[in-house]
């Protein structure tokens, strides 16, 4: 594992890092998940920013990201990306959730970020399934940590046991 990657178990609304990403919807309105958890710890502000945003650009795209300030949150930013819906994998799905780990790292980078912490994009009412999630979001983050020196900590931070074991054993395997 590189040095540079962390994980852990629990509530991404508590972590104090650069950005916390945030497992958003196209509308960027809230919801339940992650993007609820982030919502009521960070106060009506981030609605308003997501309206914002909104009403400039439409909402975002799914695979896309967009950035936030983080409101009542620890974490100075809000990194919000929108992880596909699983239709069974012949929908572009695994194109699409590496483009929202991808999207996620490059505004880290573009905003000198150093540390930055994901939740397990789609893997909730989303319904990725868990594992093959896990292995795409640990191949892109090591991917951009090989070649990107600027950002020193990349932590993914898993709610539920099963998500925390699976991320577990990949990172074994590829330390
Ligand atoms: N901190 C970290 N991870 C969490 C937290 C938390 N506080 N709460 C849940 N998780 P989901 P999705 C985990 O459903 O599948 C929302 O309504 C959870 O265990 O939050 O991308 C949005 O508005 C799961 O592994 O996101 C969208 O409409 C992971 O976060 C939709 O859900 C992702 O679960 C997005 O669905």
């Known amino acids: 594992m590189s040095k540079k990657i962390t994980l852990l178990k629990g509530d991404i ?11 958003a919807n ?3 309105a809230g919801g339940g998940g992650v993007d609820g ?8 502000l981030i609605a ?3 309206s914002e945003i909104r009403r400039e650009t439409g909402g975002c795209k799914t695979g ?27 929908f572009r799905e695994e194109e699409l959730l590496k483009n929202c780990y991808r ?26 399934p868990k594992e093959a999630a896990a292995e795409i979001a640990i191949e892109e983050v090591s991917n951009f940590l090989k070649n990107n020196k ?6 993914f931070i898993c709610f539920d046991r099963e998500n925390f074991d699976i991320y577990n054993k990949i990172l074994k395997r590829v330390k």
Not at 150 to 155: Q, T, Y
């Open 64 to 90: 896309e990201a967009v950035l936030t300030l983080g409101g009542n949150l620890p974490s100075k930013y809000i990194i919000h990306t929108v992880g596909p819906v699983w239709k069974g994998g012949k």
């Open 103 to 128: 999207n996620s790292l490059m505004l880290a980078k573009e905003h000198h970020m150093k540390s930055i912490a994901f939740p397990n994009i789609s893997t909730g009412v989303y319904g990725y």
């Open 26 to 28: 196209n509308m960027l």
């Open 48 to 50: 308003k920013y997501c």
């Open 150 to 155: 600027s950002l020193e900590n990349v932590i």
């Open 37 to 44: 958890a982030i919502h009521k710890a960070g106060g009506p």
């Open 13 to 23: 609304a508590t972590l104090k890092v650069d950005a916390v990403v945030n497992a």
